[in-house]
């Protein structure tokens, strides 16, 4: 198995990428820790995780609390005896679709601010740990706005591009101390069901004057393979690049937008 014993702990672990990556990390092995807001969907991750037979323990914790963060990792840390990977898979609604005139500021730096501060608070807590024992793996996840350019896309771009830029930079910091940060980029899943996206897209197709279904349709078409990714692929590649296999892999921005982007 790919995580066989590894400990992680997944921040956002009820929502939709990090539900599914903790699926694939349980059955590679992984001792789970989920951490999220609200407990109905942290429990419904667990039980699933559980007809696997896998380990799991959930807690509400906020992601943008320093404090409640450093304690949360503490106690997993001490009764585990270790921390191996911590992924943010944390995600809030967010404005998109508009143009600068019609973006407040406060509107503008809500995704800003708010990634920046949850990816920052998580990293934090957990390289304490990593540091300490010499090893570990920081997960953190990006989106395509960080590359794109057009009408819509200020506040995304901003957070994106600065959550790759903090990844890289987290990345030289840390490897003196063996331990890895990996930034993974998807393009919009239209599988994520449960995601907070699903009614920001719908905004923007009525904002367009066309249906959702049209507006993931013409999405998928600027793709190299015309389809865009699913999130077992998302959560395999999560899981590839948490393991040992993937140990020499650090700094690294993923591309996994099914070649919206090209590198
Ligand atoms: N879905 C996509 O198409 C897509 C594509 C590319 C990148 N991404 C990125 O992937 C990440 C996760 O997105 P997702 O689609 O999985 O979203 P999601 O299904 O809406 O899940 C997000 C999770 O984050 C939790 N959360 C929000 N604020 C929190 C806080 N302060 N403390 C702890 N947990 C908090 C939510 O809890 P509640 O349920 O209690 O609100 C929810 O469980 C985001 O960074 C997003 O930008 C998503």
């Known amino acids: 198995m790919l995580l066989d014993r590894k400990v992680a702990v997944i921040h956002g672990g009820g929502g939709s990428i990090g539900s599914a990556t903790a699926r694939v990390f349980a059955r590679e092995g992984a ?118 350019a057009g009408t ?29 940060v990996v930034c993974v980029r998807p393009h919009a899943l239209r599988d994520a069901s449960e995601s907070y996206t699903l009614g920001m897209f719908g905004r923007i197709a009525d904002a367009g004057g066309t249906s959702l279904d049209d507006w993931w349709n013409g999405l998928a078409a600027t793709t190299l393979l015309g389809r865009l990714p699913q999130l077992d692929e998302v959560a395999e590649y999560l899981a590839f690049a948490a393991s040992d296999r993937a140990a020499s892999m650090t700094g690294v921005i993923s591309n996994l937008t099914a070649g919206a982007l090209v590198d």
């Open 31 to 148: 001792r789970l820790h989920l951490a999220g807001r609200s407990l109905p969907r942290l429990e419904a991750a667990a039980s699933a995780l559980r007809e696997f037979g896998g380990s799991v323990e959930i807690a509400v914790v906020d992601a943008m609390d320093q404090a409640e963060v450093d304690a949360h990792v503490d106690a997993v840390a001490e009764r585990e005896g270790r921390l191996d990977i911590a992924l943010n898979a944390v995600g809030f609604d967010h404005v998109q679709g508009l143009a600068i005139a019609d973006t407040s500021l406060e509107a503008y730096l809500h995704p800003v601010t708010g990634y920046l501060q949850t990816n920052f608070v998580t990293a934090k807590a957990a390289s304490r740990v990593m540091i300490a024992q010499g090893s570990g793996v920081i997960l953190t996840i990006s989106t395509p706005g960080a590359r794109l």
């Open 152 to 180: 819509g896309l200020i506040g995304n771009a901003a957070q994106s591009a600065g959550l790759e830029g903090f990844s890289r930079a987290l990345a030289g910091e840390l490897g003196p101390a063996g331990v890895r």
